[in-house]
């Protein structure tokens, strides 16, 4: 690379994970150095992406550079090597939390405008908007997906089988979807046959509004369109409450408002008046007076109505005639419906399937549970995986095979609901997308406050992922299936490319089609006799299997190796997800315990000086991984993983063992004389140490924790947490 760019990017991110570097990047950045192998890093947190979009009201010394758009071209390059922690994918929640603590430690940034009336505020809300939801992931994944789990995780997990909840034929918990016209049902896609700009027009009877323009795809890109129905939308969340109050269960959302930025807040909106109803129509002016916004949150909308006693008792009456509500937090009385970025689908439903299909009540106990989903377009994996459990019991982790996923996601290939082609509609009329020929490529009828949206797909990427699969699928020799519906618009259209391409190659036999719901039948039947599976399947697939499955196999989706083969050459290695990460934080600020399992972190290491080993021709490197594999086995036969409770081994202890490991396999390999002299006495000292280290990391548990903020903490504060161990940093420098 460039003398200004180091060899690896170690991102700095938000949350458990960050603090997690604070303790592992050291320790990483020592060894490497050895090599000739510098790490770096960049900062595509929450707090950090916020500082750099508005330098323009921050002094000199607060500005940040726009380290996610220097990443987004580094990664079209192909000497990039990027480790990719989890990040906050925002909800506005958390945006506006994180704005108020910046300000609060001075960062003069402007006020998050909910309802934006003048031309500045509307400015201000553009800016914000960019930094909602899945903001960073489409600009670095410029290649598809491979992720699976690593072999040492898989054999550790066999050997080690997690508890899983019993699942019984007479269970009440299912998937509730609507009936229709919805995503799924009203959805129309195209293949372009020549490079083309659109623009998005909503013709009303006063005229035509221009929704979006300028919007480009190359040659070959498969583009969709479909819309939600809001009142089919409101009559089933209607009906469905009233279901699950006949049959005794838990009521819970099950939506991805973090990911979906502009869809799936609405409808998180409309199933908050859809509870409280009542209140609404009685109430709804006062309410829209107080700041009022039901996409926010019930959590939002009972701290605006707080001092509002008529309308707190209305509250607590509609209440009283709910169901019981599926709980975040029982304790503390934080529902399904508080936060919308709470209840994130991905990690909410595979955790209630291992549960055996329970959930926590308001009254501190599991039940079953009515899981609304309200669009079909994935809803039938769910649904079909708790039919699969009921019928068959509860899958046996220290004998089930594994599924592999393989997911198409470059050049933001199928983004659904968060692209800037994702609208609530006004007013009544009809939205076309019109080619700059003219050429209406399609149109939909639609009623004011439905949800329309367009996604599209590229021709390279489409093609890159069959291939990868191609590649997959030669190697490991498993069943492969691609998880397309024949009868969906969009997947017909993949389809149309997937057959010519395998057929070409002559793999056809080797390779299945199905549609979610059979596929994921024949991946459950496939993994309990023991065998193993490749899941090949489009973006938001990629994103739920990949926790679904890792969570049943693994009891964690945060222990993935995830390699994302960029289409310019280079190398992006995710860590796993950061669903659990906010508890994570909340724990070590009030215990100074911090449970996060950095093993991702360690699976992502070990690739990404292999793949710099090749890509360099640098030896050392490739020592170097082969180490950290052999560290990260040491981790997983030893149990050095963290324990959850405040008094025993947490992420920091597994650090320390996870460097002893990785010195004392480099010390001992014979391929590299050099490198074995230089970490012999690094080894020596570690195990020397071992009593002082561990002593000094379990001294600092118990108390409260002071990082100088929760989205933008001090580096310094941080840092003295994250470290404690004076013997330890005395080795590690």
């Not at 008792?313 to 599926?326: G, L």
């Not at 198409?408 to 009329?429: N, V, W």
């Amino acid at each position: 690379m460039s003398d200004s760019t180091p060899d690896i990017i170690y991102t700095k991110v938000d949350e458990a994970p960050e603090l997690a570097s604070a303790s592992l990047l050291p320790i990483i950045q020592k060894f490497a150095a050895a090599a000739g192998v510098s790490v770096g890093t960049k900062d595509i947190s929450l707090a950090g992406r916020i500082i750099a979009t508005f330098p323009e009201v921050l002094t000199e010394d607060q500005r940040q550079s726009d380290d996610l758009a220097a990443l987004g071209d580094l990664v079209k390059k192909p000497e990039a090597n990027v480790i990719k922690l989890p990040n906050i994918s925002a909800s506005e929640p958390q945006l506006v939390a994180a704005v108020k603590e910046l300000q609060s430690q001075g960062y003069a940034l402007p006020d998050y405008p909910y309802s934006p009336s003048t031309d500045e505020e509307k400015a201000v809300r553009a800016k914000y908007d960019t930094i909602k939801g899945s903001a960073v992931n489409p600009v670095l994944r410029e290649g598809n997906s491979d992720r699976r789990a690593a072999a040492a995780v898989k054999k550790f997990a066999q050997n080690n089988p997690h508890r899983m909840g019993e699942w019984t034929a007479d269970s009440k918990t299912r998937v509730a979807s609507m009936p229709g016209d919805d995503f799924f049902a009203n959805e129309v896609s195209a293949t372009l046959p020549k490079a083309a700009t659109a623009k998005i027009v909503l013709e009303t009877a006063g005229g035509e509004t221009v929704l979006k323009e300028g919007v480009s795809y190359p040659e070959g890109t498969v583009v969709d369109a479909t819309f939600m129905s809001a009142a089919v939308l409101d009559d089933f969340l209607a009906q469905e409450i009233e279901k699950v109050k006949a049959d005794g269960t838990l009521f819970s959302l099950h939506m991805k408002a973090t990911m979906m930025k502009v869809s799936d807040p609405i409808i998180f909106g409309h199933a908050v008046k859809a509870w409280l109803a009542p209140v609404f129509e009685k109430y709804g002016d006062e309410m829209k007076a107080l700041g009022v916004n039901p996409n926010a949150g019930m959590g939002d909308l009972l701290n605006r109505v707080k001092d509002n006693a008529e309308i707190m008792e209305a509250i607590e009456a509609v209440r009283a005639e709910r169901p019981p509500m599926y709980m975040v937090d029982s304790d503390k009385g934080i529902t399904n419906l508080h936060v919308p970025s709470d209840v994130i689908i991905d990690a909410s439903m595979p955790a209630l399937i291992r549960a055996g299909g329970k959930g926590w009540g308001p009254d501190g106990k599991e039940s079953d549970t009515t899981c609304v989903i309200p669009d079909n377009c994935y809803a039938p994996v769910y649904d079909e995986a708790i039919e699969f459990f009921k019928a068959n019991g509860k899958l046996n982790p220290a004998t089930a095979g594994t599924v592999q996923n393989l997911g198409l996601m470059a050049q933001k290939a199928e983004e659904y609901g968060s692209h800037p082609t994702t609208f609530e509609i006004p007013e009544d009329g009809t939205v076309k997308m019109v080619l700059d020929d003219g050429t209406v490529l399609h149109s939909h009828a639609v009623k004011a406050g439905d949800i329309w949206r367009s996604a599209s797909a590229r021709k390279a990427p489409i093609e890159d992922w069959v291939n990868l699969a191609i590649e997959r699928q030669k190697a490991t020799g498993y069943r492969a299936i691609f998880w397309l519906d024949a009868t969906r618009a969009h997947d017909a259209e993949l389809i149309a490319y997937v057959k010519p391409i395998l057929e070409a190659k002559g793999v056809a036999d080797k390779f299945e089609i199905m549609a979610p719901r059979e596929a994921t039948r024949a991946s459950l039947e496939t993994i309990t006799k023991g065998e193993n599976t490749i899941a090949i399947t489009g973006n938001v697939l990629r994103d739920y299997l990949t926790d679904l499955f890792p969570i049943l196999e693994l009891a964690t989706s945060a222990k993935m190796l995830s390699i994302v083969k960029l289409m310019n050459g280079g190398g992006l290695f995710e860590t796993g997800a950061g669903g659990s990460a906010p508890k994570h934080v909340q724990q070590l600020q009030a215990e100074n315990h911090l449970r996060w399992d950095s093993l991702g972190e360690f699976c992502a290491l070990g690739e990404s000086f292999k793949f710099l080993a090749d890509a360099r021709d640098n030896a050392k490197a490739r020592v170097l991984g082969d180490a950290v594999e052999t560290a990260t086995q040491g981790i997983l036969d030893n149990d050095r993983s963290p324990s959850r409770k405040v008094g025993e081994p947490d992420n920091r202890d597994s650090h320390y063992w996870f460097a002893r490991y990785w010195a004392e396999a480099l010390a001992a390999q014979g391929e590299d004389a050099e490198l074995a002299a230089h970490f012999a006495p690094i080894a020596k000292a570690l195990a020397d140490g071992e009593a002082a280290i561990t002593g000094e990391l379990a001294a600092a548990q118990g108390n409260s924790a002071d990082l100088g903020g929760y989205y933008h903490g001090d580096p310094a504060k941080t840092a003295s947490v994250m470290r404690p161990s004076a013997t330890l940093n005395a080795i590690i420098g």
